[in-house]
């Protein structure tokens, strides 16, 4: 069984706009709501491509409800601790030629929240996966990630972690199955703008030398490199389309990478999956769905 955290999930109010100006009346040419967070995303995407998981983390108020109510109407399992105060987060995406992010804060997690989390991990067994995706809300303590993983130590429990700087560093002594940066993430983890696959793999290679086993370094429309624990470098370029959003398009490939894994055991045919899946979100208003995954699959 797969199982996703998102400890700050969020409903995404997306507007898109000809243009935008600050200080004056804008009105929107569309409007959405999305519910996610990145293990969100992954949860959704995996169920969408046949895969078997259980969303958790932290709900509150009634954006929390309406989050896990679209959720399990979308086929996701869900099992949120649901928090006594405060509301699930409310991020706003402005559309406008660029991309503008208001992101929510979201609500306190008291220690207690915390505690029960941890203590559903006791449940996970060995050929569990669990992803630990995002930022985490500053009402948590420092090492939370690097807490839970090592927690299932010694268990066979793979996991996979899409996160930056500190969160992701403090997990690879862990020796996690999965890190998924982006080549911006990887770059400002050395202090280096990395413009070459030689500069990215160098990077990659050296969070593996650290305990990561493999490394899926997402690169926008310029594709994806994967650093595997056999020692290959797979390189795989972006299959051609319009771009529509980028939101969700790295939770996307995660989850497309941890299904061909799931699927097959090989670390190429996971790559194909995952970058096809991450394609497909972005090349679509919300989430990919399997068809879009599939039709991209051929174009790897």
Not at 54 to 67: D, E, H, P, Q
């Amino acid at each position: 069984m797969v199982y996703t955290v998102t400890c700050n999930p969020a409903l995404d109010y997306v507007v898109r706009l000809g243009d935008f100006r600050a200080g004056g009346v804008n009105r929107t040419e569309g409007e959405a709501v999305r519910f996610g967070g990145k293990g969100v995303n992954v949860s959704t995407v995996l169920s969408r491509l046949g895969v078997e998981n259980v969303a958790w983390g932290f709900l509150a108020g009634f954006t929390g409800r309406a989050l896990e109510r679209e959720l399990e109407k979308n086929g996701v399992r869900t099992d949120f601790i649901r928090l006594p105060e405060g509301l699930t987060r409310i991020n706003v995406k402005i559309k406008a030629g660029e991309e503008t992010e208001i992101n929510g804060r979201g609500p306190d997690i008291p220690p207690a929240a915390l505690e029960a989390l941890l203590l559903r991990l006791d449940g996970l067994e060995e050929g569990d996966v669990l992803v630990l995706s995002g930022s985490v809300p500053a009402s948590l303590p420092d090492g939370v990630y690097r807490r839970m993983l090592r927690r299932l130590e010694g268990r066979g429990v793979l996991a996979a972690v899409d996160a930056a700087g500190d969160l992701l560093w403090e997990t690879l002594p862990c020796r996690p199955f999965l890190i998924k940066p982006n080549h911006h993430e990887l770059g400002d983890m050395f202090g280096r703008t990395l413009s070459t696959d030689r500069e990215i793999a160098g990077c990659a290679r050296q969070l593996q030398e650290r305990g990561a086993r493999n490394v899926l370094v997402s690169m926008a429309g310029e594709g994806s490199l994967l650093l595997d624990e056999t020692g290959a470098c797979r390189r795989l370029g972006a299959p051609r389309g319009r771009v529509r959003s980028s939101v969700g398009a790295g939770d996307s490939m995660v989850a497309g990478f941890l299904a061909g894994w799931l699927r097959t055991g090989d670390y190429a045919a996971a790559h194909r999956l995952g970058a096809a899946a991450g394609s497909a979100t972005a090349f679509s208003d919300g989430l990919a769905e399997e068809r879009d995954v599939m039709a991209l699959l051929s174009a790897l």
